[in-house]
Structure formats: C-alpha cells, structure tokens
Nanobody, 127 residues
Framework: QVQLVESGGGMVQAGGSLRLSCAAS????????MGWFRQAPGKEREFIAA????????TYADAVKGRFTISRDNAKSMMYLQMNSLKVEDTAVYFC????????????????????WGQGTQVTVSL
C-alpha cells in the first residue's frame, strides 16, 4: 500500500514563501495523478492544485493561482508545492493525495476522487 508523507510546513510572515514536499512510497508513483488539498480549522478540505502523470499539466484553485506552483519528480517519487506571496488566509493543514484512476488523464478537483492521503503538514501565515 502506498504511503504519502508531507513535509516543509511551518510559520511564515505574510508575503513569504514555503515549499512543501510529498514523498511517496512504492515504485508506481508515476502512474498516478496527484493533488494538494488544505483544511483550515472549522472548514471543509479544499482543493489547491493537481498535476498529471508526466508533470506537464496542472490545475489550480482560483485562490492560489499565480502564487502556488505544483510539480513532481517521478524518478524520486516526490511531489512539491511552491507557495509564494503567502497570505494569512493560506493558513491550514496541507495534504497531498493520490488519484487512483489509472484510465483517467484529466486531474480532479474533488477530494472524493483521491484515495490515499498523507498526514498533513501545518502552514501558518502571520501578519
């Protein structure tokens, strides 16, 4: 069973940057579409970004478009989320997740389409 482990969270001032990493176990990492989600206290888990298998196509939530960049390195079984121009409202626990649908090429923004999740990493943005 594949496992996902996020890292790179922390505390940063508004306007700063962080880079999150997601390490996947198993050799089939490149077979799967992957995504990042976040959940703030008292709120639903929301879609942030997703990336296709080759890493040459991605989709972003409007709230982060132009500030966040998703990428992946299949040789290392790693996915990343570069977060720039961070805002207080970006404060949340960030999760990486795997979309198990092998026959699908279009990334999903729905958390219901993802079956394996990491434990999350906290990102706190202060004024």
């Amino acid at each position: 069973q594949v496992q996902l482990v996020e890292s790179g969270g922390g505390m940063v001032q508004a306007g700063g940057s962080l880079r999150l990493s997601c390490a996947a176990s198993g050799r089939q990492f490149g077979w799967f579409l992957m995504g990042w989600f976040r959940q703030a206290p008292g709120k639903e888990r929301e879609f942030i970004a997703a990336i296709n298998r080759r890493g040459d196509s991605s989709t972003y939530a409007d709230a982060v478009k132009g500030r966040f960049t998703i990428s992946r390195d299949n040789a290392k079984s790693m996915m990343y989320l570069q977060m720039n121009s961070l805002k207080v409202e970006d404060t949340a626990v960030y999760f990486c997740a795997r979309d198990p649908r092998i026959g699908v090429s279009v990334v999903s923004v729905k958390k219901e389409d993802y079956d394996v999740w990491g434990q999350g990493t906290q990102v706190t943005v202060s004024l």
